[in-house]
């Protein structure tokens, strides 16, 4: 079996520093706004830096995303693939190597990440259900983290068309918008993750050791 638990965590750590480093960049902004009214000569200074500053963070942040989308992709990529290794009958109507490269493809995206997480999960509630007759549960996560997802998005390439022009409040405004709906997303993110590594890790215990009174067997009762 593939190891998913190295790029889940990689993903939530990278969801945590993107938002760190967007939140010190609006701190960083908001202590130069200040000094306007108490250090003119600093703020004048570093708002000169100002561009650079902000080219630090923007670098920076696109460069944690990106990594944490490919870590994502791997964490889809490895649990779809993983399985195979199961003796049990699962449904997949996509190919791993899908599961990895749909979060790059232009509209596809949109949807197909979605369906292949909710695809992996079903397969891991498919398996339990087989092998201890106990009804699979819903992740309800997986659907407000991929709604939120979206939005952000959407929003973000819709308002930049219409933020040209728009005053440093107005931007400060949007910006908080998008980075408000992207961090819930983000919580969202997290949580569905830690669930499917729970439950995978329970799958695994279960498969070796499917009697029921066993560890696995009664702790998939409260998953």
């Known amino acids: 079996m593939k190891d998913t638990s190295l790029p889940a965590k990689w993903a939530m750590g990278l969801i945590g520093v993107y938002f760190v480093i967007y939140l010190l960049g609006y701190g960083v902004f908001f202590y130069i706004g200040t000094l306007a009214y108490s250090d003119t000569d600093l703020y004048f200074r570093l708002m000169n830096k100002s561009d650079a500053i902000e080219r630090v963070i923007l670098v920076s942040s696109f460069v944690c995303y990106f990594s944490c989308g490919i870590f994502f992709a791997i964490w889809t990529y490895r649990t779809h693939a993983n399985f195979k290794a199961f003796s049990e009958r699962v449904f997949q109507d996509y190919e791993s190597s899908t599961a990895a490269i ?106 070796s050791a499917p009697k029921e009174g066993s560890t696995a067997y009664e702790s998939l009762i409260v998953v």
């Open 102 to 207: 749909c979060y790059f493809i232009p509209l596809v995206n949109l949807y197909l990440p979605y369906k292949i997480v909710t695809e992996n999960w079903d397969n891991f509630q498919h398996i339990i259900t087989r092998t201890t007759g106990i009804k699979g549960k819903d992740n309800p996560f997986i659907l407000p983290w991929w709604l939120f997802f979206i939005l952000a998005s959407l929003i973000e390439r819709i308002g930049s068309r219409f933020m040209d022009n728009a005053n440093d409040m107005d931007l400060l405004v949007f910006a908080l918008i998008v980075l408000s709906i992207r961090l819930v997303a983000g919580i969202l993110a997290v949580i569905m993750i830690k669930r499917f590594m729970q439950t995978e890790r329970q799958v695994v215990e279960l498969m």
